[in-house]
């Protein structure tokens, strides 16, 4: 191959999501077939035994785009002029909890990690938080890596918009794929505003389509916002396949493009929508080579301005309880 490899690291290397994410990554589905990567496998000591069967398993499949590999217990080994990182490490949440009951025990991981990539990473980085509570979980990684542009880090809403879009094609008898402007807003949490006001199949407006706002408010919102307690409750763990392809759906979009397609990103604030600078708001998006376009001057009607209300407070609150770490 002639591309020079691709440095991506993937924390929580050992874990469940994990193992599903990195056999993809090193088959070519992030990057396609003509890309080689190296991949660096962070986890706890402890782990470390679980990750050399990881890389054994690795190196039976016989990728001709992984060019290299290795497992390290250190954040700075791990980031090491990475090019992409993904944070997957962090503890899941149980039956009966909420995500952001995750904040104590997490939190100190993203401070470490955001760190480190601050220290080792190349100054293109493209980070990728998923573990929970994800958008805090990332604006405290950011906030670690002064040096890096809040631009490097996104946190993940792409499994609540894969979810949305798949309710919708169901509701409305259409194929999945080709749903377009589709927009997840705010926080990966049962606040957050899934909202197909402005999606199209075809040309079509979806809310035409649809027409069905008991349905939108009643069943819809909710169980795209439960939909993670929902997959915990029925398979006795959180999700971990549909986390994993969500996390490639959302980096490749990022850093290949999507081409024109809105995608709902969780970013750093600029202000828009009057959302506070820096809180990780899931928002919509256009991106090529690594660079976000925000879709901006998207109308607000009352039901859709109490919504954005409710996870804009939320991640408000959850920003104040992790200022201390940052001071
Ligand atoms: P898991 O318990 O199977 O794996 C987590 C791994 O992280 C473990 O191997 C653990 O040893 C490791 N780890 C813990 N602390 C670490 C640290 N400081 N450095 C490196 N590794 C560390 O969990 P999982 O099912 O893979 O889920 C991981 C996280 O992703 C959880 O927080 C979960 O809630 C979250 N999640 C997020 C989304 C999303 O849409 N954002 C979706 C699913 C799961
Ligand atoms: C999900 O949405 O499936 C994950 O965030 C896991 C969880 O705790 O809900």
């Known amino acids: 191959m002639e591309k020079s490899p691709v440095r991506i690291a993937v924390t929580g290397a050992a874990g469940q999501i994990a193992y599903a994410l990195v056999f993809r990554i090193a088959s070519g589905a992030l990057l396609g077939p003509d890309q080689p990567v190296v991949l660096t496998l962070l986890d706890l000591p402890q782990m470390q035994g679980a990750l050399k069967g990881v890389m054994m398993e690795l190196e039976d499949c016989a990728f001709p785009t992984l060019a290299g590999m290795a497992a390290t217990d250190d954040p700075k080994v791990a980031f090491r002029d990475a090019d992409i990182a993904f944070l997957v490490g962090a503890r899941p949440r149980g039956k009966g909890m909420e995500r952001k009951d995750l904040l104590g025990a997490n939190a100190e991981i993203f401070t470490v990690q955001g760190r480190a990539l601050n220290e080792a990473a190349s100054r293109d980085v493209r980070v990728l938080v998923v573990g929970n509570p994800a958008n805090t979980n990332a604006y405290i990684a950011m906030k670690s890596a002064p040096d890096l542009s809040p631009a490097c880090f996104s946190a993940m809403i792409r499994l609540d918009h894969n979810r949305a879009a798949s309710m919708l094609a169901g509701k409305a008898g259409i194929d999945v794929g080709t749903i377009e402007k589709l927009v997840v807003w705010g926080n990966h949490s049962p606040t957050m505003y899934p909202d ?122 959850e920003r104040d309880a992790v200022a201390h770490l940052l001071a």
Request: a negative charge; aromatic letters at 8%; glycine letters at 10%.
């Open 196 to 317: 197909y006001r402005f999606a199209e199949s075809g040309g079509r407006k979806l809310a035409a389509m649809i027409d069905d706002e008991a349905w939108n408010r009643e069943v819809f919102i909710p169980t795209v916002g439960k939909r993670g307690a929902a997959v915990i409750e029925a398979r006795g763990a959180s999700s971990a396949a549909s986390a994993a392809n969500a996390a490639i759906d959302q980096m490749r979009d990022w850093v290949v493009g999507s081409h024109g397609k809105w995608v709902s990103m969780a970013i750093a604030s600029d202000g828009s929508y009057g959302v506070p600078e820096d809180i990780m708001f899931g928002v919509p998006v256009t991106a090529e080579r690594g660079v976000v376009t925000r879709i901006s001057g998207l109308a607000m009607d009352e039901f859709a301005t109490e919504r954005f209300a409710i996870t804009l407070n939320e991640l408000k609150e």
